[in-house]
């Protein structure tokens, strides 16, 4: 069975810091310092980059304007 806390699952209405676990600051919630809300930046930017944008355009030949098909 599972017996380990999961720090970054936050109690009730007790949020944590969402990097480390600690009780969040008041200047940087919902963050502990201005670190982990760095960290988390970081990871967010760090997300959108590496966004898997598979648009690939299926250009099977459709209908295509201008199509000589008589
Ligand atoms: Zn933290």
Do not use: H
């Amino acid at each position: 069975m599972t017996d380990q806390p999961i720090p970054l699952k936050p109690r009730k209405s007790r949020a944590a810091c969402p990097i480390c676990g600690r009780p969040p600051a008041p200047e940087v919630k919902p963050f502990c310092s201005p670190r982990c809300a760095d960290i988390d930046l970081g990871r967010w930017l760090n997300e959108s980059y590496r966004v898997p944008v598979t648009e690939e355009t299926d250009e099977d030949g459709e209908t295509a304007p201008g199509a000589d098909r008589d």
